[in-house]
């Protein structure tokens, strides 16, 4: 009896598995998306992410590494003889850091496509633009950027700044539904995020 229940669960998490990986297929063209992760997060629950190609890295991690090293060294706050190393454990860091930075979520439901949360990312030099532009679009779908409780990501790891301060390099910003009927869907925000450039 234990046996079938549990079979049964793992059926039933496999199908809903299955939807959420066909419905973000049907959400996100490969030709401009690039998805990560999609799970299944329990009671119809899907959970995406994914980049936006047109959110690229920013910043070339070896040369912004290399230049903050050596103005280090220059103002005598870091050690000449570690310079490689600290280069290259820099732009690892980096790397990590830019491919967290332009990353997306979106949590919805399967079968009403509601948004129960989503984080999206942009450049820093481009979201007062990009931004507005989403957030006009958003409105009229029922959702509202939740400006305020933005995510600022640095991809210059902290111990290699050395106290040299910068703007961030991608913004997340969290989507809400105001529309208090669950017109914010997952469609509305790729829709959107898709008409953005």
Known sequence: MVYGLKQFYKEL????????????KDLLPEDRFKVLNVSAAGNGVCVVDFVDKNV?????????????????????????SSI??????CSMACEELTELGRVNTIVFDVNTRKIYKATLAFENETYDLKGQRLF?????????MNVGQEEYISVVPEEYKYGFEEAPDYIKVDIVDTSRTGRCTVDTVIKALRSVV
């Open 13 to 24: 998490v496999m199908d809903i598995q299955s939807e959420c990986e066909d419905a973000v």
């Open 56 to 80: 690229l890295a920013s910043k070339d991690c070896e040369e912004e590494c290399n230049e903050n090293i050596e103005l280090a060294v220059s103002e005598g706050l870091l050690d000449e």
């Open 84 to 89: 490689e190393e600290d280069a290259e454990e």
């Open 136 to 144: 006009d679009k958003l409105k009229r779908g029922g959702c509202t």
